[in-house]
């Protein structure tokens, strides 16, 4: 039986880039079908919306979606799809691997770099409770926190401080912890480390870590080993030894910088793909941006998107085609032949190939 899943093209490169890796998922020979949805900026303009109706539907349909990447406008505009969706999609975990490639660019290329971020997706500072600067409602929130807390006033004035609200919550620390042990079991993992700021936010963060020692104890018997790390240490131990750590567990604003610190030492976003995990549905996508000013020049790199590919295939229970999927991206990327302008050893390599055709190579190597 075919698989449904749903494609949205996104904008910027996300259309080129999503038609690269729609081709390495067909030339696999699990049968699927594909969904072509668009969404983003472009969308907005004829539209007057990002997400159309028509996109959740398909999306609620399929319960399996791949998705390229969408504009996220700074500072103004809409908010951000990719929150919209996970909040929307109840997708609370997202788990990004972070895994080295032999032939990538990196200064972390001799050391044994393969680490899992599983992040919490839904609240934290990410759940969008804010207060404008200015407003009333905004000023009386300082005046009630200046009279019922005064160990912690704030000291600007009421009408220059915006104010974001970090809810942390038993249920979702439960919730995430428990699915990194069980990706940790799964996928022949050894340790899962909880990443937090529990000395300073004693009450959000304090929480998390309260939660996840409690929630470790169910496992205790399983053989994964648990322990856990203050955020800014944590930074730092992945620069000096990452070869110490395997899936790390963290709260939504963390594990978004973190997973991004990750990428960096296996080579970048351009080899990081990421998966968005919920009780019915999933969303695959790349980490990285749209990166418009890159649009239509079949330039940029398509490995992240195709490894997300791959982690949809796992997700499919299709693990035969995954496997040759990746063993495919990785004997492209070894070869470094027919690889784009970003992992060429310089970057104005004549020889450098276009999106389509490192997609082509990568198809060529499951014939």
């Given at each position: 039986?075919?698989?449904e899943?749903?494609?949205?093209?996104g904008?910027?490169v996300?259309?080129?880039l999503?038609?690269?890796?729609?081709?390495?998922?067909?030339?696999?020979?699990?049968?699927i079908?594909?969904?072509t949805?668009?969404?983003?900026?472009?969308v907005?303009?004829?539209?007057?919306t990002?997400?159309?109706?028509?996109?959740?539907?398909?999306?609620d349909?399929?319960e399996?979606?791949?998705?390229?990447p969408?504009?996220?406008?700074?500072g103004?505009?809409?908010?951000s799809?990719?929150?919209h969706?996970?909040?929307?999609?109840?997708?609370?975990?997202?788990?990004?691997?972070?895994?080295?490639?032999?032939?990538?660019?990196?200064?972390f290329?001799?050391?044994?770099?393969?680490?899992?971020?599983?992040?919490?997706?839904?609240?934290?500072?990410?759940?969008?409770i804010?207060?404008?600067?200015?407003?009333p409602?905004?000023?009386?929130?300082?005046?009630?926190i200046?009279?019922v807390?005064?160990d912690?006033?704030?000291?600007?004035?009421?009408?220059?401080t915006?104010?974001?609200i970090?809810?942390?919550?038993v249920?979702?620390?439960?919730?995430?912890?428990?699915?990194?042990f069980e990706?940790?079991?799964?996928?022949?993992?050894?340790k899962?480390?909880?990443?937090?700021?529990?000395?300073?936010?004693?009450?959000?963060?304090?929480?998390?870590?309260?939660t996840?020692?409690?929630?470790?104890?169910?496992?205790?018997d399983?053989?994964?080993e648990?322990?856990?790390?203050?955020?800014?240490?944590?930074?730092?131990?992945?620069?000096?030894?990452p070869?110490?750590?395997?899936v790390?567990?963290?709260?939504?604003?963390?594990?978004?910088?973190?997973?991004?610190?990750?990428?960096?030492?296996?080579g970048g976003?351009?080899?990081?793909?990421?998966m968005n995990?919920?009780?019915?549905?999933?969303?695959?996508?790349?980490?990285?941006?749209s990166?418009?000013?890159?649009?239509?020049q079949n330039?940029?790199?398509?490995?992240?998107?195709?490894?997300?590919?791959?982690?949809?295939?796992?997700?499919?229970?299709?693990?035969?085609?995954?496997?040759?999927?990746?063993?495919?991206?990785?004997a492209?990327?070894?070869?470094?032949?027919?690889?784009?302008?970003?992992?060429k050893?310089?970057?104005?390599d004549?020889?450098?190939?276009?999106?389509?055709?490192?997609?082509?190579a990568?198809?060529?190597?499951?014939?």
């Amino acid at each position: 039986m075919a698989h449904e899943v749903t494609l949205i093209t996104g904008d910027g490169v996300g259309p080129e880039l999503a038609e690269a890796a729609k081709r390495c998922v067909d030339a696999t020979g699990v049968d699927i079908n594909w969904d072509t949805q668009e969404a983003g900026l472009d969308v907005m303009e004829r539209c007057g919306t990002p997400l159309p109706e028509a996109v959740m539907e398909s999306i609620d349909r399929t319960e399996c979606t791949l998705k390229a990447p969408i504009t996220t406008p700074v500072g103004t505009g809409f908010r951000s799809i990719n929150v919209h969706l996970r909040q929307q999609l109840g997708l609370f975990a997202c788990i990004r691997p972070c895994k080295y490639y032999e032939g990538v660019r990196t200064f972390f290329s001799q050391v044994p770099v393969d680490l899992v971020i599983v992040r919490e997706n839904t609240e934290d500072l990410y759940a969008g409770i804010e207060f404008e600067r200015g407003k009333p409602e905004t000023a009386e929130l300082i005046d009630y926190i200046n009279k019922v807390s005064t160990d912690r006033t704030v000291q600007s004035g009421r009408d220059e401080t915006g104010i974001s609200i970090k809810p942390i919550s038993v249920s979702r620390t439960e919730q995430i912890v428990r699915c990194a042990f069980e990706y940790a079991l799964q996928n022949g993992r050894k340790k899962v480390s909880a990443v937090h700021k529990a000395n300073i936010m004693k009450y959000s963060d304090g929480l998390f870590l309260e939660t996840a020692r409690r929630v470790a104890e169910e496992f205790a018997d399983s053989g994964i080993e648990f322990e856990d790390r203050i955020v800014d240490n944590m930074c730092m131990q992945l620069v000096q030894k990452p070869e110490l750590y395997d899936v790390l567990v963290l709260p939504n604003l963390y594990g978004d910088i973190l997973s991004d610190l990750a990428a960096g030492l296996v080579g970048g976003l351009g080899v990081a793909p990421g998966m968005n995990v919920g009780p019915s549905g999933a969303v695959f996508e790349a980490t990285h941006g749209s990166a418009p000013k890159y649009k239509g020049q079949n330039k940029v790199n398509p490995t992240a998107l195709i490894l997300s590919g791959m982690l949809m295939l796992r997700y499919l229970k299709e693990n035969e085609a995954a496997d040759r999927l990746e063993k495919a991206v990785a004997a492209v990327i070894a070869e470094g032949k027919d690889v784009t302008y970003d992992m060429k050893p310089r970057r104005d390599d004549p020889s450098a190939v276009g999106t389509q055709e490192m997609a082509d190579a990568i198809c060529e190597k499951m014939n």
